[in-house]
């Protein structure tokens, strides 16, 4: 007799039903009690003289996701003004953000920009003319900076398109360039009193390691005002059987003990900064799918349901796995990869979204071919849940593609509560910012 919960949120497949029920599918659920934890694992990493932690907002910017991780005390980074201004729609102080953008804000934006530094957010360089255009306003109202450095060392992501530190990533001043912007900086009387490298997501700890000796070298050598050192995001979480998480007590030993031999050999104590995204929603999230149909080619079979890479982009962009579990109507578990539970009894299935597009799979590999999932053979109108999808799911994904309307969010409360955070849309905001031209 197999269990009737799975995954890390330990999801009672007993749920998923109710929830469908309730508000139809696919749907995306996240878990309070979990996202607390990772960010409790978080605020207790080992350090030196300080740590602070903010979510990259990116991972998931939805309004309730962001009132829990900020409760818990962490603050935020944001990678556009838009990211900055939807933070403070939720009620969530600039004073607590970042902003890590490849954006130049001008015109209107530049001024939304002004005042929010002035109200307290911390803005990361990451240009040579992000610099050069926020120079007099930094001076004029005696704001430090923050510098986003580009390493030149590949290799910090899981993929290329994740890999933020190499020669075709154009994120931050280029290590070549920090000399002169910090002699421009010091003719102007600014300082730089944070530095920030993040060299990608969800790469090797090992390259996290590395990435620590290196930036603290150059934050001696060219930045002698730095008071935080910022190790960015990019902690890798293991969303398959097998995959390793990153072990945040071993790297926060790692980093404290850097620190500290830093300290000892310049005398200056650094606070230390991270900024996971990943890491703090990615395995509280699920997304409910039900089956609609069932297709047999001379090669494959298939399910069908009816939320694809509408839903979740990340197996068509990167190849990313996420796991399966296939749930009966009535609510008991049929098979889950998670734990491969069962082992017996399993036929390969593609599992295919609604859109026409042939890449339109929870599985690809990485020359975008369906890959089988291995479960136990469902019927029509069960559900296949697809777990590993609190982080750039609904945050990244082509919504509105194929015109399917972007679906609800569920919330498991730590009391076990289940709470809509967000309503499917409706038919009329697809088509609500087109004018009726007649040409
Ligand atoms: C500047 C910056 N910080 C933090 C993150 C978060 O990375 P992750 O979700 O892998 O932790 C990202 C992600 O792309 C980023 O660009």
């Known amino acids: 007799m197999m269990m009737n919960y799975f995954g890390p949120t330990k999801l009672d497949a007993?749920?998923?039903?109710?929830?469908?029920?309730?508000?139809?599918?696919?749907?995306?659920?996240?878990?309070?009690?979990?996202?607390?934890?990772?960010?409790?694992?978080?605020?207790?990493?080992?350090?030196?003289?300080?740590?602070?932690?903010?979510?990259?907002?990116?991972?998931?910017?939805?309004?309730?996701?962001?009132?829990?991780?900020?409760?818990?005390?962490?603050?935020?980074?944001?990678?556009?003004?838009?990211?900055?201004?939807?933070?403070?729609?939720?009620?969530?102080?600039?004073?607590?953000?970042?902003?890590?953008?490849?954006?130049?804000?001008?015109?209107?934006?530049r001024a939304e920009l002004e005042s929010m530094i002035q109200a307290g957010l911390k803005y990361n360089v990451c240009s040579m003319t992000q610099f050069q255009l926020i120079a007099g306003f930094a001076k004029n109202n005696s704001v430090d900076l923050s510098?986003?450095?580009?390493?030149?060392?590949?290799?910090?992501?899981?993929?290329?398109?994740?890999?933020t530190g190499s020669e075709y990533s154009c994120f931050g001043v280029h290590l070549n360039d920090v000399p002169k912007v910090k002699a421009m900086a010091d003719e102007q009387g600014l300082r730089f009193n944070q530095v920030h490298v993040h060299i990608g997501s969800g790469g090797d700890p090992e390259k996290w390691r590395e990435n620590i000796d290196r930036e603290l070298g150059f934050v001696k050598s060219y930045f002698p005002d730095a008071t935080t050192v910022s190790f960015g995001?990019?902690?890798?979480?293991?969303?398959?059987?097998?995959?390793?998480?990153?072990?945040?007590?071993?790297?926060?030993?790692?980093?404290?003990?850097?620190?500290?031999?830093?300290?000892?050999?310049?005398?200056?104590?650094?606070?230390?900064?991270?900024?996971?995204?990943?890491?703090?929603?990615?395995?509280?999230?699920?997304?409910?799918?039900?089956?609609i149909d069932k297709k047999l080619t001379n090669g494959m079979n298939f399910l069908i349901v009816d939320g694809g890479m509408e839903l979740l982009t990340r197996p068509l962009l990167y190849g990313s796995e996420h796991p399966i579990a296939i749930v009966r109507q009535d609510g008991t578990l049929l098979s889950s990869e998670y734990d491969q539970r069962p082992t017996a009894g399993l036929k390969e299935f593609g599992i295919v979204g609604r859109c026409c597009e042939s890449g339109d799979s929870v599985r690809l590999d990485k020359e975008g071919n369906i890959v089988p999932v291995l479960i136990v053979e469902p019927e029509i109108g069960d559900f296949v849940v697809i777990g590993g999808t609190g982080a750039y799911s609904e945050s990244m994904s082509p919504e509105n593609y194929n015109s399917h309307r972007k679906p609800g969010a569920v919330m498991k409360t730590k009391s076990g509560e289940l709470v809509l955070i967000r309503k499917k849309q409706v038919r009329?905001?697809?088509?609500?910012?087109?004018?009726?031209?007649k040409l």
Not at 147 to 163: C, F, K, L, M
Not at 428 to 437: A, C, F, I, K, T
Request: proline residues 4%.
């Open 233 to 291: 995001g990019g902690l890798k979480v293991a969303r398959m059987p097998g995959e390793k998480q990153a072990d945040i007590a071993s790297l926060g030993a790692y980093a404290k003990q850097r620190v500290e031999e830093f300290k000892a050999a310049t005398g200056r104590e650094l606070r230390m900064e991270i900024e996971p995204g990943t890491f703090v929603v990615a395995n509280s999230g699920h997304i409910i799918t039900r089956i």
């Open 14 to 109: 007993a749920l998923i039903p109710k929830i469908a029920q309730q508000w139809g599918t696919p749907v995306y659920l996240h878990d309070q009690a979990y996202i607390e934890n990772s960010c409790e694992q978080l605020l207790n990493m080992p350090n030196a003289y300080g740590l602070h932690v903010r979510y990259a907002m990116k991972a998931n910017s939805d309004r309730t996701i962001l009132r829990v991780v900020t409760n818990k005390g962490l603050d935020l980074d944001c990678s556009s003004v838009d990211e900055a201004a939807r933070a403070h729609a939720a009620g969530i102080p600039y004073s607590r953000m970042m902003l890590t953008t490849q954006e130049v804000p001008a015109g209107e934006e």
């Open 147 to 163: 510098i986003r450095v580009h390493p030149g060392a590949a290799g910090g992501g899981e993929s290329a398109t994740r890999d």
């Open 428 to 437: 009329e905001q697809l088509v609500q910012n087109e004018l009726d031209v």
